[in-house]
């Protein structure tokens, strides 16, 4: 007999998906799966399914623009009513963000919970965040987006009930006022300007240290945490999922040869990333800004693969690391045909083609990173003063970064010939001509 006081699981609710294409997204050239409804919403439906809902009715609606009432005009608002109603449907979610005004009207005429694109996006980065962190940092975006949105408040922002678009803080501000809102954004922000403080200073000491960094960037379910385990040995969570990682990790990754980076991975992007997450998380993404070198890791077998590199490219302008020295890794290259692969190359040869899940081109990977890096080696001879702090800091130095062939002490001077990166090369004392090897390979 059952215990009766088992919690039975959350019910699974049924979701309705609705998208809108615009005269102006015709006008445009977008490519015609772009707007082909198997296509539009395929990526709403895995939002969706990430928040924990079950698709059960997809509509599409064609209009020269949107409804200013109720987005996609009254009589399909009447129809999707009916259509939601026969379905069962619980909650209804639009590929787009709405007004406010627009939610209260939505939500009075289908007579069921409505959520925006954004709604969604933040409901799910609530349910993944897991350090304190990364909570605060979704709490603020959730605040910053429900303030504009507490005047006139009806049904849309008095739900108090459970299910998706409640989560986090969702359950406990609705019903506060505008001051205890900003009073506690405001407290969020000072705790995530501290992590913002820790992190330069721990970015300072790496670079003192001359340990060079490397950040994955890609879209949501590129793979990349696949690929930071394989170059890591790491054990990170990972999953055929959208956002499952959302709190940054940084590991130590050593090459063959034992030089050492930093490696560290990111959450993904997605299309229309919404404003106020991108600001919440921008301590996080300070770390792609300041990196030596970005993977961007695209799926190879993604059907919008094109824009889902400008939708990467773009969140990397708006958190200042266009700058960043960017390699190309198509993944998953073992799920697409052998031409494929060809087309991918004749396009970008200097791109990596990589299978993250199998192992296969990371090595070629690797290299190819130790070379944009310049890890690539120079073998030079260095004599120290033995007795002096900083050549003795300099020697310890050089054991971290460099294969030591021979180290040779005498009379309180130490000669050390050492296959060192060239980049590091410039950082330690400057040997004299008469004390530099002349094998440079």
């Not at 009806?154 to 009073?183: F, M, Q, V, Y």
């Not at 052998?338 to 090595?363: H, K, N, Q």
Request: glycine share 6%; charged share 30%.
């Amino acid at each position: 007999m059952p215990d009766r006081h088992t919690i039975a699981p959350p019910k699974t609710e049924r979701a309705a998906l609705v998208g809108l294409v615009t005269g102006a997204a015709r006008r445009s050239g977008a490519p015609p799966e772009r707007i082909d409804p198997g296509h539009l919403l395929d990526e709403l439906a895995g939002l969706a399914e990430a928040a924990g809902a079950r698709v059960v009715l997809r509509v599409l609606q064609e209009r020269p623009k949107p409804d200013p009432a109720t987005f996609i005009g009254s009589g399909k608002v009447t129809a999707l009513a009916a259509a939601c109603a026969e379905a069962g449907v619980d909650v209804v979610i639009f590929d787009n963000e709405l007004t406010p005004a627009q939610l209260r009207q939505l939500e009075e005429r289908l007579d069921r919970k409505v959520l925006d694109r954004t709604q969604l996006i933040l409901d799910i980065f609530a349910r993944r965040a897991r350090t304190r962190e990364g909570r605060w940092q979704v709490e603020l975006a959730q605040l910053r987006y429900l303030l504009p949105r507490l005047v006139g408040a009806g049904t849309a922002l008095s739900r108090l009930g459970g299910g998706i678009g409640t989560r986090g803080p969702g359950e406990t501000k609705l019903e506060t006022d505008r001051r205890r809102i900003r009073t506690r954004i405001q407290a969020i922000q000072r705790e995530i300007d501290h992590v913002r403080q820790r992190r330069a200073q721990l970015r300072e000491r790496r670079q003192k240290r001359s340990v060079p960094t490397v950040v994955l960037v890609g879209y949501t379910n590129a793979g990349k945490t696949t690929l930071f385990n394989r170059l890591t040995g790491e054990h990170a969570a990972a999953s055929d999922a959208l956002f499952v990682t959302l709190d940054p990790l940084l590991r130590q990754a050593r090459l063959p040869d034992r030089r050492e980076l930093l490696v560290s991975d990111t959450v993904g992007f997605i299309d229309r990333l919404p404003h106020a997450l991108v600001a919440a998380f921008r301590a996080t993404l300070e770390e792609v800004a300041e990196a030596d070198l970005a993977l961007h890791v695209i799926d190879a077998s993604a059907s919008e693969r094109d824009r889902h590199i400008a939708a990467v490219r773009r969140v990397l302008e708006e958190v200042g690391a266009a700058e960043v020295p960017v390699l190309d890794v198509y993944n998953k290259v073992d799920t697409i045909p052998a031409d494929e692969r060809r087309r991918i190359t004749d396009r970008d040869p200097a791109a990596a083609l990589v299978a993250a899940r199998t192992g296969e081109g990371v090595d070629e990977l690797v290299q190819m990173v130790a070379s944009r890096l310049a890890l690539d080696t120079r073998r030079i001879t260095i004599a120290f003063d033995g007795d002096n702090a900083f050549d003795r800091d300099q020697i310890a130095r050089l054991y971290r970064v460099a294969r030591v062939v021979s180290h040779v002490a005498a009379n309180g001077r130490v000669v050390i010939e050492a296959d060192v990166p060239r980049r590091y090369i410039a950082r330690l004392t400057t040997p004299t001509p008469a004390e530099e090897g002349v094998d440079g390979r």
